[in-house]
């Protein structure tokens, strides 16, 4: 998985928010199939033989299965915000919501906060 990085957000970048967006989403989309393929060789290949063996089987479907929804969550979000920013821009609202100074370290409240302003933008 890539590491996130830093993007500079100016006046003319609505298609590199977007592509940044699309990226983000077929990371999401990688983390989910890469734990859906571990659950799946858990759930084939494990055979425990002791309740402790058990616990630490269960232990890592858990753990996989929270990734799993928050990848789903993620992916949401960003098809979300995908579509209001497709919104604002046949709009051409984007370039009042978009500060060209600001510099993102994206994660799930930057892609909430960017739709709100995106929803607010529209609303007046």
């Known amino acids: 998985m890539r590491s ?5 957000i100016t006046e003319d970048s609505h298609e590199t928010l977007l592509a940044l967006m699309q990226e983000s989403y ?10 859906q393929k571990l659950l799946n060789t858990l759930n084939s290949g494990a055979k425990p ?20 929804e928050s990848s789903i969550k993620l992916k949401l979000e960003i098809s979300k915000l995908q579509m209001e920013m497709y919104k604002a821009s ?10 060209p100074k600001l510099t993102l370290k994206v994660d799930l409240d930057d892609f909430k ?12």
């Open 49 to 68: 033989e002791t309740i402790d063996e058990l616990a630490k089987i269960t232990k890592e479907k858990t753990s996989l299965l929270k990734i799993k």
């Open 26 to 35: 077929i990371d999401a989309t990688l983390l989910k199939n890469d734990a």
């Open 113 to 124: 906060n960017v739709r709100e302003e995106v929803k607010k933008s529209l609303n007046s």
């Open 90 to 99: 046949r709009a051409q609202a984007t370039q009042d919501i978009i500060d």
């Open 4 to 8: 996130k990085s830093l993007v500079k």
